[in-house]
């Protein structure tokens, strides 16, 4: 998740997500031109900070929050959400945390989210607003419409990546076949699969948010994304520096901790990938993974053994069905159709370009 949705705060963005019980309550507040303070989670600890109010115990209905919501004080409820321990309570945080917020509400909530740690949901009537805390974290629902809107466009944005990602990638294909690779066709194509990445992050969260509104969105997110992070693996596997004390892991987190304004930037790409960054358009030669990867039923780690034995894409095309015999784990038949899935990915990747 991007840092807008951060881990700490996509589970209760899950319960007040559209068609939740929780949401219906919290909406119920809202609509009856009320306010309210909600806390998810009876613990010790939040009981702790309480004083006064009634003890309920009672299974939650969104009916039953949104009338004890009419009185001033906070509401608890068990962490799961079930049932409503707690109404009209004063909650009295330590007043040292820090805090933000201007108004008394939110304040309440920021410090108790702070202090506790637990999630802690701030209704205000007169701003229109519902802001869940968790931690150190802040974030306030946008209404449902304007939640669709957002991912009725990152999906046509991320279509757009996608049809560039097709051509990008065949392009990339033909001429590895023709060894005529450059290290900034490499990273034309990592840009897309960057931008791809960072746009389904972002999708994924209105996902969460919008609930069961978002389901639609999520098999169009399914269907646009498919494959798309093995083939991020592939290329950086096939195109990373010769150094191999540096694991492949911690290169694909380079490329994921590059901001927006890195990925536009052909050297930030070529630093991740531990490339030359002053002769981008120097010849690279490909290992094979990303070629190899396209014939069905082969394993990773005759994949592995197979570019380990000989070096690059190259060599592997030109080996014959013997050399290939030779190879830990290939046998004569795995060779013979290793030999057949390459000859029939060179004539498509040749067709596709010319």
Known sequence: MPARYPSEIRAVLGQVAPGKPLRDGID???????????????????????????????????????????????????SDGSRIARANVHLVPDSHVHTAETGTRHRTAERVARSLNVPVIAVSHRMNTITVYVG???????????????????????????????????????????DLVTIRDVINVIQVLEGMARIAEELEGHIVELGDEG??????????????????????????????AVPLDSVLDALTSLTTDDLIDPSEIAHALRLPTAALDAAISPRGYRMLSRIPRLPDQILQNIVSRFGNLQRIMRASIEDLDDVEGVGETRAQAIKDGLTRLTEAAILDRY
């Open 28 to 78: 119920r507040i809202l609509q009856a031109g009320m306010g309210g303070l909600v806390v998810v989670g009876d613990g010790h600890n939040v009981l702790n900070i309480c004083s006064g109010g009634f003890l309920l115990d009672a299974a939650y209905t969104p009916q039953r929050l949104s009338e004890l919501a009419k009185m001033d004080g906070a509401l608890i409820l068990a």
């Open 136 to 178: 150190e974290h802040r974030h306030e629902i946008e209404p449902t419409p304007r939640l669709i809107n957002r991912a009725n466009q990152a999906v046509s944005t991320l279509e757009r990546y996608r049809t560039r990602l097709d051509t990008d990638s065949g392009a990339l294909s033909a001429l590895e076949i023709e």
């Open 215 to 244: 389901r639609l969105v999520r098999l169009q997110l399914v269907e646009l994304v498919g494959g798309v992070d093995s083939e991020r693996r592939d290329i950086v596997r096939d195109y990373r520096g010769e150094d191999k």
